[in-house]
Every structure is written in C-alpha cells, then in structure tokens.
Nanobody, 123 residues
Framework: QVQLVESGGGLVTAGGSLRLSCAASRRIFSSYAMGWFRQPPGKEREFVAANSWSGGTTLYADSVKGRFTISRDNAKNTVYLQMNSLKPEDTAVYYC????????????????WGQGTQVTVSS
C-alpha cells in the first residue's frame, strides 16, 4: 500500500506562487508515475500534471502550461507541483496520485490518492 500526503496549500493573491508537495510512504515511489489533479468548488476533478516514473515524460493540462511545473525527488519519495502566476480559477482542492509507470491524464488510471490540500487564490 502506498500512502500519499499532500502539503503546501494555502491562500495566495492572484499572481503569486505556491509549491505543493506530495510525500509517499514507501520507497516504491520511484517505480510509480505521479499525477496532480484538482477539484474546483462545485466542479468535477480535473487533470493538472503528470510525471512518468523516471521523470522523463511530463504532461500538463492546457490551462496550466507555462505556469505550473511538476517534478520529483525519488530520494525523498516526494513529488512537487510548483505553481506560478496563480489565478482565481486555480482555486481548488489539489490531489496527488500514484500508479503505473507512464504519465497519464485519466484519474481512473491511478491506484493511490492523497487526501488533498486546499489552494485558494484571491483576486
């Protein structure tokens, strides 16, 4: 079983930055692809970014390209989401997920999920 714990969320004004972290409970982390998803208030969960197990392949939603960066530190069993130039529409609960080896955009393709961390961007 892989347990994931997100941190780094908070309240920020538009144009600001946050870095989310997702720590995994097991060293097997280095074998998994990792993804970030978000669920805005009153909306369905949506894909944000994903990273293959090696870190060699990354995917981004069009809405965050050029502003968000996913990265991973396998030695620390941690994946990060650096979020710059934040907008009010980025307000959501952010979740990290782990599963398989390839970067994926569908949430159903991931096996493990964290509890989420709230990001609120004020205008």
């Amino acid at each position: 079983q892989v347990q994931l714990v997100e941190s780094g969320g908070g309240l920020v004004t538009a144009g600001g930055s946050l870095r989310l972290s997702c720590a995994a409970s097991r060293r097997i982390f280095s074998s998994y692809a990792m993804g970030w998803f978000r669920q805005p208030p009153g909306k369905e969960r949506e894909f944000v970014a994903a990273n293959s197990w090696s870190g060699g392949t990354t995917l981004y939603a069009d809405s965050v390209k050029g502003r968000f960066t996913i990265s991973r530190d396998n030695a620390k069993n941690t994946v990060y989401l650096q979020m710059n130039s934040l907008k009010p529409e980025d307000t959501a609960v952010y979740y990290c997920a782990a599963g398989g080896t390839t970067a994926k955009v569908r949430g159903n393709d991931y096996d493990y999920w964290g509890q989420g961390t709230q990001v609120t961007v004020s205008s």
